[in-house]
């Protein structure tokens, strides 16, 4: 008998079975990969967060201390008025405080004043004397018999609230008196805690504290408690209310509750300043994802500053790069899954893909041994660095840990990354930047480069502010480089087949719309609704398409030499009719120069109406888009300047980012696929220039291009 010429291995139903079983196992592994790539996104993203939250904290701690140190230099100059005069009398005081402008030395003071120190024997003979200087229902107060008074004589500037606290005796209340006999012993600026209201004085009730340096008579000796106590004549001081200290320090913080305390205990009792005054627990507000404190010395105290996070800040947390990681994540699984169940129904193909998927497998089993954090701990004064086990299991050798310098670990790395990493190490060890995180190649035992990553910041100084000792992290990234590279090409091979479908459909649409036979008007309007939308999605699949082509490197730039100026009056005429759709219009603030630059005509036409087409979206109607072009040396600068709101702080650290739009209601209504800018930046670098922009909120936005001359 003869034999067939093809015999299947398996049965039909056991090679169905088997392509089944093949593809959802192939399915599964790809899902776990990117179910666990979302995780590990997520989980950066949190972490970025959380340290962005915790770097905000101590911006207030450096601005609180910053200004309570303005106002100490202050009270010190106070005290030159009396060294420099026998006497200082009531206008003296008045006109030197004016001078000041406490408005604009130290925004938020309540007052400067004087108080002068009494003993009981002159205490009739000081009322009758401030009461001749001009305010005959001057007193003491409160009422009683002391050995000794400190009773408020001056303060400025005279407003309603100031003067009601004139005579008040300081020396009464034992915390302020406790403050004042510090502040004479020492001869150093000292501040009260938290002091008890007074309803003589205030009607709005806010916690206050005060300032004060002590004043002594001219030319007595100081050397000694004893004699700095004889020799104080008096104090010059300031009074603090702490909510309109801290607004005119911190503004109006929508998105964090902010307290400060007197001291190290977070209890109501040592509760100087909360701006959510309506919140009257001490503990972190209720639900909040990020909390963090800082313990803040201030004058001759320390403050605690805490911050709760609010709903507005946690929804405010970009993570649309972990949201689009795991889309593209679940499009290539199920188009993976789907190949492996096609190529099983090929047996001359099916030996070759399992071999294929083992090592892929062998692959990623790597990957994910590789993700474990090599750390290291080193000391700049000396060069001594101490790596972890897993650093040397990253290069290739048998995983023990190692103590070694600076200078050998400087060999490892690649030569094009170490400038760039000796400068981010620099910075961070001289105080510039917080951490460093750099990606960078280093090369291995058998002498190929490999990836890492590397973090770390400096956790402890000497006095004189030197980074005595470092610690980070390290590493593997290599396969994460390797797969990024893999998915662009993969995006720039499907791109044929991403088209077609549309490619139809909006055919399919044009047909239908020049059809003879009227339609109904509801039919008309899904008609147009479509339409509309399949232009949108064309050119999202465009942009998509256009940016995946330029991070793979598969764009080819066409480099010519070129004058500039007809090409700008060029770009300005084609855009025109785009700008008068928005009620716009585009106009030169400078004239042409003569000059000629090296770009890709197109390219460069793409940038410049991305760029004009988003200023005259976002100015308000009628207003006049500018556009100013000046030659910088060797590099020419092109600038569009729109009058719409600005950017957003939230924002600018990823306008320039994939997918980027400002999270407000009307950039939603402006549209857009949030990939212009993203591809601008890309084709604007491959033409060796670069693209900027500068923005205040509310004051509109100027992006601008420079190019190198031709």
């Not at 049965?11 to 093949?22: E, K, S």
Request: charged share 25%; hydrophobic share 40%; glycine share 6%.
């Amino acid at each position: 008998m003869k034999l067939p010429a093809f015999r299947p291995l398996f049965h039909r139903n056991a090679d169905r079975l088997a392509i089944l079983v093949m593809s959802l196992l192939a399915l599964g592994i790809t899902l776990g990969i990117t179910l666990t790539a979302w995780k590990f996104a997520n989980n950066a993203i949190e972490l970025e967060t959380r340290r962005h939250f915790e770097l905000r904290v101590m911006q207030v701690h450096e601005a609180i201390r910053a200004r309570m140190l303005d106002c100490r230099q202050l009270l010190r100059r106070s005290t030159e008025l009396f060294d420099a005069s026998s006497s200082v009398n009531r206008s003296d005081w008045r006109a030197y405080v004016a001078s000041l402008h406490l408005e604009i030395g130290c925004p938020g003071i309540q007052g400067l004043g004087y108080i002068e120190r009494v003993p009981d024997s002159q205490r009739q003979a000081h009322t009758a004397r401030v009461r001749a200087g001009g305010y005959p229902g001057y007193t003491m107060w409160p009422e009683g018999d002391r050995a000794e008074y400190a009773p408020v004589v001056y303060m400025e500037p005279a407003n309603e609230r100031n003067l009601r606290s004139l005579g008040l005796d300081m020396a009464f209340d034992p915390t302020p008196r406790k403050a004042l006999e510090r502040a004479m012993d020492t001869g150093l600026v000292t501040l009260t805690p938290k002091l008890r209201l007074n309803p003589q004085i205030d009607t709005d009730m806010q916690t206050e504290f005060a300032m004060f340096l002590p004043v002594y008579r001219n030319g007595v000796a100081l050397d000694n408690v004893a004699q700095r106590r004889l020799a104080t004549q008096g104090y010059v001081y300031a009074v603090f209310r702490a909510n309109n200290l801290m607004r005119s320090i911190l503004g109006v913080v929508g998105d964090a509750r902010l307290q400060i305390f007197d001291g190290a205990e977070t209890t109501d009792a040592h509760l100087l300043y909360d701006n959510l005054p309506d919140v009257r627990q001490t503990a972190p507000t209720a639900g909040s994802v990020y909390v963090a404190e800082w313990h803040t010395p201030v004058i001759d105290r320390a403050w605690t500053v805490r911050a709760s996070s609010l709903p507005v800040f946690e929804a405010a947390v970009d993570r649309s790069r972990a949201n689009l990681a795991l889309a593209v994540g679940l499009v290539i699984s199920f188009m993976l899954a789907a190949l492996v169940a096609r190529l099983l129904t090929q047996q001359a193909r099916a030996r070759h893909m399992t071999t294929e998927l083992r090592e892929s497998r062998e692959v990623l089993g790597l990957a994910l041994d590789g993700s474990n954090l090599a750390l290291f701990d080193s000391n700049p004064q000396t060069g001594v660095v101490r790596m972890s086990d897993r650093w040397n299991a990253l290069l290739g050798y048998p995983a023990e840990a190692v103590q070694t310098t600076v200078q050998e670990l400087e060999a490892l790395v690649h030569p094009d990354d170490l400038p760039h990493l000796r400068g981010m190490l620099s910075d961070v060890l001289d105080g510039k930047t917080v951490f460093y995180d750099i990606e960078h190649r280093v090369r291995h035992r058998e002498g190929y480069w490999i990836w890492i990553r590397s973090r770390a910041r400096v956790v402890a100084r000497d006095n004189q502010g030197r980074a005595v000792r470092l610690t980070g992290t390290n590493s593997d990234i290599t396969e994460r480089k390797q797969m990024q590279r893999m998915k662009d090409e993969f995006i720039a091979t499907v791109n044929h087949e991403l088209r077609t479908p549309l490619t139809a459909l909006i055919g399919s649409l044009a047909l239908l719309k020049e059809e003879s036979s009227p339609l109904s008007p509801t039919a008309t309007t899904f008609l147009e609704m479509a339409d509309k939308n399949a232009d949108r999605l064309v050119s999202l699949v465009n942009d998509i398409l256009e940016i995946e082509k330029i991070e793979a490197g598969m764009v080819e730039l066409k480099m010519e030499q070129m004058a500039l100026g007809p090409f700008i009056e060029q770009a300005l005429a084609m855009n025109a009719g785009y700008a008068e759709q928005h009620g716009t219009r585009y106009q030169l603030a400078s004239p042409l120069p003569t000059v000629e630059v090296m770009a890709d005509r197109d390219r460069l036409q793409q940038v410049l109406t991305n760029l004009l087409s988003n200023a005259a979206k976002y100015s308000p109607s009628g207003e006049t888009v500018s556009v100013h072009v000046e030659r910088l040396d060797n590099r020419v600068k092109i600038s569009v300047t729109d009058r719409g709101p600005g950017v957003p702080d939230e924002f600018r650290s990823r306008i320039f980012g994939k997918f980027a739009q400002a999270d407000t209601s009307d950039s939603t209504k402006k549209g857009g696929t949030g990939l212009g800018l993203a591809i601008s930046k890309a084709l604007v670098e491959a033409m060796n220039g670069q693209i900027g922009y500068e923005s205040a909120v509310g004051a509109g936005a100027t992006f601008f291009i420079v190019l190198p001359v031709a």
